[in-house]
C-alpha cells in the first residue's frame, strides 16, 4: 500500500510560478514511475509528467514542457513539481500518481495509487 499526499496548490496570476510537492509513504520506493497528472473542469484527466524513480529519468507531456520541471528527493520519498510560466489552461486539480513499474507510460489506469489532489488557478 502507497499513501500519496500532495501540496502547494493555489491561486497564482499568469506568468507566475508554483511548486506541488507530493510526500510518499508505505512502501520502500527503489524501482518505480510517479508520475502528475491534472484534470480540469469537464476534461479528461490528463498526463503533465514523470519520473523514474531510480534513475531519475523524466518525461513531460509538450503542453507543459520548458515550463514545468520534475524532480524527487530519495532520503524524503517526496517528488516535486516546479510550474513556472504559468497560464490559465494550466488551472486543473493536479495529482500525484505511483505506478508499480518501471516502465513509464502517460495512461491514467495504469497507475496504482494516487493522492486526492490539489488545485491550481491560474487568473489571467
Known amino acids: 500500500q502507497v499513501q500519496l499526499v500532495e501540496s502547494g496548490g493555489g491561486l497564482v496570476q499568469a506568468g507566475g510560478s508554483l511548486r506541488l510537492s507530493c510526500a510518499a509513504s508505505?512502501?520502500?520506493?527503489?524501482?518505480?514511475?510517479m508520475g502528475w497528472f491534472r484534470q480540469a473542469p469537464g476534461k479528461e484527466r490528463e498526463f503533465a509528467a514523470a519520473?523514474?524513480?531510480?534513475?531519475?529519468?523524466?518525461y513531460y507531456a509538450d503542453s507543459v514542457k520548458g515550463r514545468f520541471t520534475i524532480s524527487r528527493d530519495n532520503a524524503k520519498n517526496t517528488m516535486y513539481l516546479q510550474m513556472n510560466s504559468l497560464n490559465p489552461e494550466d488551472t486543473a486539480v493536479y495529482y500525484c500518481?505511483?505506478?508499480?513499474?518501471?516502465?513509464?507510460?502517460?495512461?491514467?489506469?495504469?497507475?496504482?495509487?494516487w493522492g486526492q489532489g490539489t488545485q491550481v488557478t491560474v487568473s489571467s
Open positions: 500518481a505511483f505506478r508499480s513499474s518501471v516502465v513509464f507510460t502517460t495512461t491514467p489506469e495504469q497507475y496504482n495509487y
Open positions: 519520473i523514474s524513480w531510480r534513475g531519475g529519468r523524466t
Open positions: 508505505g512502501r520502500t520506493f527503489s524501482t518505480y514511475v
